[in-house]
């Protein structure tokens, strides 16, 4: 049976040899390997790639004595981990094979940093074994360690993660800055909004609405008037419904939903009237006949919310009430049904005649 060549390999990922000891990589065969590492033991005994070339070199006296056919050897990175460092890890590990062709790899680490570079080892060489040589607790240390770092790291670069951990800090920062401890409210609603949002899943919503105004602001329509009253209206009505709390001074939770709506609802309709409009002219809406049916729809619940929130503030909420004000919605509503139908109908007879 013929016996595979193994390297035992060890890597000094940020390059500790280089840097601390001036050994450059990449180093082969046990006496070069011993010598390095005394260089580096030498510079600094603390250093946790003394132990794990160490351990490389045991595992090569191990498996020589076994009579297999073995090589030892240590690439180095760079100081500046990343692409820079695996690029020269890549670079000598071909160096190696050059020298030695191996048919497998038993791969030395003193933790996980070293241990990222497993999968380009992997795409040249298969790995068959890993040996973690850790020196007094430090595997903790270590993994806790770059766990943070890789967050730190995507929380920078990645912008999934910039956007919530160094975005939304920071216009917290900029409204502190403005408006001083009035900020606080404004900061705490924008972070309710944006759990509202992540809740129930609507940043989709958001970002459809987005890319109707850009279109809209692209193609310079007349639309993109009627989008943005809509959203000042919008914002109107929250910041009247708001008023309208804190100067009517409810008691409880319902009593304050109530007065918000009551001052803020026909606010709210009248903003929600024009975005249809400017979907109707962006041709979202496709029939005059279906936006009349949509702005009557509106306005029955509109007129429907604001009676019903106006009748429970007043404890005025009797069945008498409560049924005039579903008369005149029906009627709203049915108003708003027999509009379509007129579109559908004529576009029938369109169709007929066609």
Known sequence: MVKNKVLVLCVDRDDDLGVKANVRGPIIGRDAVLNAAEKLGLADPSDSDVNAIFRAVQ???????????????????SGKLGIESDRRINEQLENVLEKFDADEVIF????????????????????????RVIVNQAAKLESTYFVIYNFVRHMINDARYSRMFLGMPAVALIFYATFGSAAIRLIIGFLGIYLFLKGFQLEENVAHVINVIMDSARKMRI?????????????????TGVSGVESANPIGILQSILTFLNASIYTFGISAMAWCIGAYIDKKIRKITALLGIEIMIIALTFLTDVLAEL?????????NIGKAIVIVGLMLTLAVIVNSFGKKKRRGLNVLQ
Do not use: W
Request: proline share 3%; hydrophobic share 45%.
């Open 312 to 320: 429970m503030l007043t404890n005025q909420l009797t069945l008498t």
């Open 59 to 77: 595992l090569y006296d191990e498996l020589k004595s076994k009579g297999e056919k073995v090589e030892v050897a240590v690439i180095t990175g």
């Open 108 to 131: 030395v680490s003193d933790g996980a940093s070293d241990e990222q570079v497993l999968p380009l080892i992997n795409r040249k060489v298969p790995a068959v074994y890993l040996e």
């Open 223 to 239: 639309s993109l008037f009627l989008y943005l009253t809509s959203i000042t209206l919008f914002i109107v009505g929250i910041v």
